[in-house]
């Protein structure tokens, strides 16, 4: 199939928009060294009893499946559909690299004793007898760091090509030519790694809660969670791809990739239909449909839960509904909150550590939490005006 080239977006920088950034990430940072010299104590309401809080259930958790867009369009695209989804890959690819980047600089910041973080990755070595394989919080933070890697070498190529075209330095030059030939032969493994990487640690994140046992409520504990995050992430991927193409297109003028985007709201439908008959399969087999409506007010954060989950399920159902834009655009919309409630809920809402406790984020916390999104767009615009990542404008908004 013909697709359009990506290019840098190019021209200046929205000064407006930069300098509110700028003088927000410096409040940010002056927050964050706040955090660090005096401890988490200071800016957070975690307890003893609630050990992690909304930057966890948001920045990790939640963070890493809105940024399963690679994950998800690489499957369609390099595995089952023989490069059809090429021009999503690159912009997904840079939101997964960003969003797992950030989820890891979030777990710095949630980390009681941070200067120990190091020992995550090394603290095995040389005696890997030292971890504890038993441990699924270890090949989550295992998998998380070894993906965030994986993830900016997959997008290499974007800044390969850039410099190859466009540096004045030989050597650079040279080394990018040779860059690109390497991965004119490894990027298939490389691929395959980045597939196998979320599979695991994205499952691993609903193996996590199996260890609450009854301190999370039936609704949500089953040992079908490691699946039905899995599944659910995935729908949340080609979401996020939707949501993020409209927006992309929009601001920079863009063309829309409509087709593919239609092809892709298809593939929600068989992921979103598929989580919602193991979820409804999972309580009627072990006896817990009755909790459905028995559980007071958590019965009705199930059922919002799932009517967002159902909602773009009804309005992708049909191929007309699908081929209306704003159709995709509103149903990725939900179902990405879908996925997010889901999360949070299992985490925080129904998560309840001991008889009287509970939990809710301090000014502070939900503050540094925005930061990380806001270091995170700045990032991404700041990419994207410089480098190959999406398609190229139409021929008229180019001459223009």
Not at 94 to 114: F, H, N, P
Not at 125 to 150: I, Q, T
Not at 169 to 181: D, E, R
Not at 207 to 224: C, D, E
Request: proline share 5%; net charge positive.
């Amino acid at each position: 199939m013909a697709h359009s080239q990506a290019q840098p977006v190019g021209g200046p920088l929205n000064k407006k928009f930069v300098t509110f950034m700028l003088i927000f990430l410096g409040i940010w940072g002056a927050v964050l060294l706040y955090r660090f010299i005096f401890g988490i104590g200071v800016v957070s309401g975690l307890t003893d009893y609630y050990p992690w809080g909304v930057w966890i259930a948001f920045d990790v958790v939640t963070g890493t499946a809105l940024a399963c867009g690679g994950y998800a369009v690489a499957i369609l695209c390099y595995i089952l559909n023989k490069g059809k989804y090429h021009p999503l890959v690159r912009p997904a690819l840079l939101t997964s690299a960003l969003g797992y980047s950030m989820a890891g600089l979030a777990i710095v910041i949630d980390v009681g004793r941070w200067w120990g973080v190091w020992r995550i990755p090394f603290g095995g070595f040389p005696d890997m007898g030292k971890y504890n394989w038993d441990s699924a919080l270890l090949e989550v933070a295992l998998c998380v760091m070894a993906y965030v890697g994986v993830l900016w070498i997959e997008l290499g190529p974007a800044f390969l090509e850039k410099w190859e075209s466009t540096s004045k330095s030989s050597a650079l030059v040279g080394f990018a030519k040779a860059g690109l030939k390497f991965y004119d032969k490894a990027l298939i493994w490389i691929i395959a790694l980045g597939v196998l990487l979320p599979t695991m640690h994205q499952s691993s994140l609903g193996t996590l809660m199996l260890l609450a046992g009854q301190k999370l409520h039936g609704l949500w504990y089953t040992p079908w969670i490691p699946l039905l995050y899995l599944i659910s992430c995935v729908g949340m991927g080609y979401a996020v791809v939707v949501w993020e193409s409209s927006l992309s297109t929009t601001l920079f003028k863009r063309e829309k990739e409509n087709s593919m985007l239609i092809s892709l709201s298809g593939a929600m439908v068989v992921v979103v239909g598929l989580y919602l008959v193991l979820r409804f399969g999972d309580l009627i087999i072990s006896g817990k449909a009755p909790l459905m409506f028995t559980s007071g007010w958590l019965s009705l954060v199930f059922w919002v839960e799932i009517a967002l989950f159902a909602i773009p399920l009804f309005i992708l159902s049909s191929k007309a509904r699908r081929s209306h834009f704003p159709n995709m655009l509103r149903a990725s919309i939900l179902l990405m909150l879908a996925g997010s409630m889901y999360r949070f809920d299992t985490y925080i809402t129904a998560y309840r550590p001991a008889p009287g406790q509970t939990y809710f984020p301090s000014f502070l916390e939900v503050f540094i939490t925005f930061g990380v999104i806001a270091l995170e767009i700045t990032l991404y615009y700041w990419i994207v005006k410089r480098y190959p990542i999406i398609g190229g404008a139409p021929a008229e908004a180019s001459a223009e």
